[in-house]
């Protein structure tokens, strides 16, 4: 079974330029997650979808941050425009519901960006 | 969000079993105890869950205290591909999954 797809894996990008990462989740997958992981620190959650409806974006800097999930597979998590302290690594994750005692959610490898 | 308290980090030896600590002394009667681990430049992945009872499958095992306020991680035979650090999480029943700042386990052979 495929696992959760992102690209692309590296990014540098100029302070105020605009950046996107891509996301594939596992097929099947209703629920999807982006988090956001600073050097250091654990992952935090910027938005979830379900299907393609959002759930929780509170942590999400909406001036600059936006993510869409069309069709309710992929999604794409936007910067726009780039701060120094958005350099981090962008996860993102899939399960196959928000619900259940479970819910075990699935990784990808991150998309890391590095903003100069 | 409910909070753990995880060491900072831990160091083992190769082949010997290793006790990963989580204390959770405001967890609620909904509360999932859920174990990740993220190996070096990857992302998080599953591990174990629980609720009440001590849980165990081919990664490692959970044991969960009587008055569920501490559980602790089980691995039963450290390799050098458990070196990773180990999130200590709890998540409400169909809640978001919250991090913190997880336990370094180094694996020393």
């Known amino acids: 079974e495929a696992g959760v797809a992102q690209s692309p894996r590296y990014k540098i990008i100029e302070k105020r330029q605009s950046v996107a990462f891509w996301c594939n989740p596992i097929?099947?997958?209703?629920?999807l997650y982006w988090y956001q992981q600073i050097l250091g620190q654990g992952p935090k959650l910027l938005i979830q979808f379900q299907n393609n409806g959002v759930v929780d974006d509170s942590q999400l800097p909406k001036d600059r941050f936006s993510a869409e999930r069309l069709k309710g597979v992929d999604s794409t998590l936007k910067i726009q425009p780039a701060k120094l302290e958005d350099s981090a690594v962008y996860l993102c994750?899939?399960?196959?519901?928000?619900?259940?005692?479970?819910?075990?959610?699935?990784f990808g490898e991150g998309s890391r960006l590095t903003v100069l | 969000d409910a909070k753990t308290t995880q060491p900072n980090s831990m160091e083992s030896n190769e082949e010997e079993p290793v006790h990963l600590p989580c204390n959770h002394s405001t967890i609620s009667g909904t509360d999932y105890i859920h174990w990740y681990r993220q190996l070096p430049s990857q992302g998080p992945e599953y591990v174990i869950h629980g609720l009440t009872s001590n849980v165990n499958n081919r990664m490692a095992s959970l044991a969960i205290a009587e008055d569920r306020k501490s559980s602790t991680l089980i691995l039963h035979r450290a390799t050098l591909r458990d070196a990773a650090v180990y999130y200590c999480i709890l998540r409400p029943y169909g809640n978001k999954l919250v991090f913190g700042a997880g336990t370094i386990l180094r694996v020393k052979s």
């Open positions: 097929s099947g997958h209703a629920t």
């Open positions: 994750a899939s399960s196959l519901s928000a619900g259940g005692p479970g819910g075990e959610l699935f």
